[in-house]
């Protein structure tokens, strides 16, 4: 059974680094891409960005600046950065298994990033 | 960035059926397979539907996904009260490069 498991600060000051890591158990790591997804307070669903176990990353065009994710495969564990943040990135951040068909078959717990002065 | 249209909210009574659509581009929906999943307060997202019509193991058949050019839909038959819940429909968007979600629908059961 596949489980992710994440973690993190989650109360930052603005213009601070957003930092999350996902420990995957079970299944295979190398045959998917990982991603992260957050959910402002009050609104839907956005994707941050994906990376494999090789460290190819695509990020959301609207993030790329301030965004990096890494993988570390003898853990399987993968990393979101985020820097600068604002009040504007407070959300509840998830990673989560992409498989072939772009699905999010497995989700974290989720981490509640909460940024205030 | 939201490019998926979703209507607000949607009601109906229990046992009854109740459709979502999903309303997007040549290159999102027009292109890429939709995925759709429910949110509950608290609880992560469940993947209901990949690949426009496809179950995952351990969800229920009551769920089903539509998809017609470049529209998607999903149906909710005998609804029930543990169906109230947010829904979202997503897509890769090959303009934009990035995967992008639906406005979100919160489903009543009155």
């Known amino acids: 059974q596949v489980q992710l498991q994440q973690w993190g600060a989650g109360l930052l000051k603005p213009l601070e680094t957003l930092s999350l890591t996902c420990a995957v158990y079970?299944?295979?790591?190398?045959?998917?891409?990982w991603s992260w997804i957050r959910q402002s307070p009050g609104k839907g669903l956005e994707w941050i960005g994906e990376?494999?176990?090789?460290?190819?990353?695509k990020y959301n065009p609207s993030l790329k600046s301030r965004v990096a994710m890494s993988v570390d495969t003898s853990k399987k564990q993968f990393s979101l950065k985020l820097t600068s943040v604002t009040a504007a990135d407070t959300a509840v951040y998830y990673c989560?298994?992409?498989?072939?068909?772009?699905?999010?078959?497995?989700w974290g717990q989720g981490t509640l990033v909460t940024v205030s002065s | 960035q939201s490019v998926l249209a979703q209507p607000p909210s949607v009601s109906e009574a229990p046992r009854q059926r109740v459709t979502i659509s999903c309303s997007g581009s040549r290159s999102n929906i027009g292109t890429n397979a939709v995925n759709w999943y429910q949110l509950l307060p608290g609880k992560a997202p469940k993947l209901l539907i990949y690949y426009d019509d496809l179950l995952p193991s351990g969800v229920s058949d009551r769920f089903s996904g539509s998809k017609s050019g470049t529209s998607a839909s999903l149906a909710i038959s005998g609804l029930q009260s543990e169906d109230e819940a947010d829904y979202y429909c997503a897509a890769w968007d090959d303009s934009l490069n990035g995967y992008v979600f639906g406005t979100g629908t919160k489903v009543t059961v009155l």
């Open positions: 079970g299944g295979s790591f190398s045959n998917y891409y």
């Open positions: 990376i494999n176990h090789s460290g190819s990353a």
């Open positions: 989560a298994r992409t498989d072939s068909s772009w699905a999010f078959d497995y």
